[in-house]
């Protein structure tokens, strides 16, 4: 593997020129067309379809991921993203009519969708290419200027969207800026109208906190610990099966990934075994240590592999029980899947979001007892249940709250543009994917037009007398 993260801060001294350029150009590209607009996203794609190698190469260098794996979460995920706004450019930026109460006679109303501005989009390390392309889609979309912040961890798909970008688009309307915390911080100093971050709550607390000092808007994408909840009745091959794609894939190092379950207890043991038979049926299916396959990712950085390490370890000291097909090896970053059981809330894996291949199980008696365990945490960014009864489904999304849910399935919610993602609260703020993406990336401008020379409400202009409190009774009592 061949991750080198990117350590040097070389765009420190022109990252005030580089805004300068954008913030000068915000003018012409709010007057672009849905034409122009639609014209930069079918160059994006192509360049996207010409280079799909390339971004495959890229992304196995930082993760070991399998091609297709990145075909599938990386490559045809912003493909679909992209399609959909080309395709729905021209009605999103139609203005939208809207209605007149009576007491407004004579005027007519529109709500406008204007570019924002200059924006800055600071994008994570996990799906380094789709999570980057996908708010530069809509900011685009919605006609802005942008500077992209690309991870510095994941470095080789960091270097690729620099070249991407330099390929595509002048400096003066998207720009990517290379560099590590010291390049954000500079960043966040700057009056962007708008921030679209992805990544923890904690680094987007920090976020927000540097935009309010400018009062720019924000978009935060974040994460936290989604639940999984399997109720009696469900079907466990097919929930070990979806479970596990969802909570293994690129390694469990996915913001929507299923962060712990919750099973019946009378259920537990049966659960654990069809999880363990689906992980051999998807990694292993000819016997070979999970470690020799070619579908399986790495962690990113030797820095989260110490981190995972010690959550496992920590669960272990603490009685949990653990389930690994293999043994970790730092050297290469590798992580197993790995099953937990017999988990305590004084574990850390029970504390912190995991992001990784870590699978803890808790169960329950009962489905209240679940659902309690689940509001006395964070409201989650994903929530899952899997189970064959509409009713008790319905229970469980009516007593719970989550940025977005898939009903026996995992994550793929996140792949309908015509579904809002986000968070909520400490998940995240703001939502993005299809229309809601362009809107976060718009102001919403309220036009009212009224007729020169004529108003309904001249006769409650000063000097105020009997036929302003006549009029004002009336409008108030009918309307």
């Not at 016997?287 to 995972?308: T, W, Y």
């Not at 792949?415 to 703020?429: A, M, Q, T």
Request: some cysteine; overall charge neutral; proline content about 5%.
């Amino acid at each position: 593997m061949e991750n080198a993260i990117i350590t040097s801060d070389q765009n420190i001294q022109n990252i005030e020129d580089i805004f300068i350029h954008l913030k000068k150009n915000r003018q012409a590209i709010k007057d672009t067309t849905a034409k122009v607009r639609i014209k930069k996203l079918k160059l994006l794609e192509k360049y996207i379809l010409d280079h799909r190698s390339d971004i495959q190469n890229a992304i196995h260098k930082d993760f070991n991921k399998n091609p297709i794996e990145t075909d599938a979460t990386e490559i045809l995920s912003t493909l679909g993203l992209l399609r959909h706004a080309r395709k729905n450019l021209k009605k999103w930026m139609k203005p939208n009519k809207v209605g007149t109460p009576l007491s407004m006679l004579g005027t007519s109303s529109k709500v406008m969708y204007e570019p924002k501005g200059a924006c800055l989009i600071i994008s994570p390390w996990n799906y380094p290419f789709y999570l980057a392309m996908g708010p530069l889609i809509y900011a685009i979309a919605a006609g802005n200027t942008v500077a992209i912040k690309p991870s510095e961890i994941s470095s080789n798909t960091s270097l690729f969207i620099e070249k991407m970008i330099k390929d595509l688009f002048p400096d003066n309307e998207v720009k990517v800026v290379l560099g590590g915390v010291e390049t954000s911080t500079k960043l966040l100093e700057l009056k962007f109208d708008h921030i679209f971050f992805t990544g923890s709550p904690q680094v987007g607390k920090v976020i927000m906190n540097a935009a309010s000092k400018n009062l720019s808007s924000v978009t935060l994408e974040l994460g936290g610990k989604s639940p999984t909840v399997v109720l009696n009745d469900a079907d466990l091959k097919d929930a070990s099966d979806k479970i596990t794609w969802g909570k293994f894939i690129n390694a469990g190092q996915t913001c929507i990934a299923p962060d712990y379950c919750l099973v019946p207890k009378e259920l537990e043991a049966e659960f654990v075994d069809q999880m363990q038979n689906t992980i051999n049926e998807f990694y292993s299916p000819d016997g070979e240590v999970i470690e020799l396959s070619k579908d399986f990712a790495r962690i990113i950085s030797n820095k989260h592999f110490i981190r995972l390490q010690h959550l496992i370890n920590d669960a272990a000291e603490k009685g949990a029980t653990v389930m690994m097909n293999g043994e970790m090896h730092e050297e290469t970053r590798y992580i197993p899947p790995t099953l937990l059981t017999n988990v305590t809330d004084d574990m850390l894996i029970m504390q912190e979001e995991i992001f990784g291949p870590i699978l803890p199980i808790k169960t329950y008696e009962n489905v209240d007892e679940a659902l309690e365990y689940i509001a006395s945490k964070e409201k989650p960014l994903a929530l899952y249940v899997f189970g064959q009864k509409k009713k008790d489904i319905q229970y469980v999304i009516h007593h719970s709250t989550a940025g977005g849910t898939s009903i026996n399935d995992t994550v793929l919610h996140i792949n309908n543009p015509e579904l809002p993602f986000g968070g909520v609260n400490n998940s995240g703020i703001g939502k993005s994917h299809g229309i809601y993406g362009f809107m976060g990336f718009s102001n919403q401008r309220a036009i009212l037009k009224n007729r020169v020379g004529m108003t309904g409400i001249k006769p409650i202009y000063p000097p105020y007398g009997d036929l302003a409190t006549k009029l004002l009774d009336f409008i108030i009592k009918k309307f």
